[in-house]
């Protein structure tokens, strides 16, 4: 099959477009859709350059498989490449961490209370739930998980959290008027920040008032905090490559905890992010009983 020279620059210069678009993401909708299926937009790219090969169009197969690597690598960079855990690990404490969003959840309530028994986190985050989850959650949990902090009421902000750490300080402070958990804790006697955020949907707030300036007055926020251990944990409905989280986590100088993506979960949309004078071990994305992504699994250290 020929393609003339002319389309074959034609497709070049769109996929050129196409790897800008999710480099910048301008505000548009359509354009920040595109640029949160970087993964899919990835696998796409490879499946062409497959079809340029047999069609024995190299000018095409090289440039295909070139802008595949690209957003790989650009993805890489934006990723976890400190995880690991090392052999001196075994002998010093995690602080380890489970976050839901129990809006996802749809396995049976008891499967879900098992699967947090049977991991044993210290502390457990758990957003968008009904003060019925509330109370059950509290009436299940009580015997493992002395320390509590809530935000009870019917809407996105609502937020419970679970520690076997005593608060030493908690708080409360606001982002565009949402409510959002902050709490100390003393972990190897030494003190961690832990703030538990919900950052709105861009889709249900639009330019005016959307996550661009949460985020911004969440960096505030944080800049004006004493320096210490700290990590942010929480729905943040956006992809951390998103332009709005680069910026957020640049300001802050905080670290993105996920290693990497996956075909197979959707995009990530909750993050735990944390600060240099800690060291993740270990992420992972959690799931019910029926494969869908109901949150993610943590642990850190103490960076020494």
Known sequence: MRISTSIQRLLMGLITVVILLIFFQPD???V?????NAIWVIF????LSILFLILKKSNLVYFTMFSAAILTLFLKDLSN????FRAKDLNTSSLHIMHFNILDVEEDKDQFIEKIKDSNPDIVSCQELSPAWNKFLKKRLKDEY???LSINQFDPDAKLVFS???FIKKDTFYLSGHPQLDAIIRFEDNPVNILFTYVLPYSMVGENAGNHYQLEDLSDYISKKEIMPMMIVGEFNQVY???RVRTFLYDTKLNNARRSVSFAVRNPLDHIFYSKQLRCTKLEEIFDDKSNHIGVEGAFKLAR
């Not at 920040?32 to 949160?36: C, F, G, K, R, Y």
């Not at 796409?44 to 499946?47: E, I, K, M, V």
């Open 44 to 47: 796409a790219l490879l499946l």
């Open 241 to 243: 490559w998103a332009r």
């Open 81 to 84: 490449t400190n995880l690991m």
């Open 164 to 166: 076997k750490y005593e």
């Open 28 to 30: 548009i909708p359509l």
């Open 32 to 36: 920040m859709s595109l640029s949160e």
């Open 146 to 148: 002395p320390y509590t």
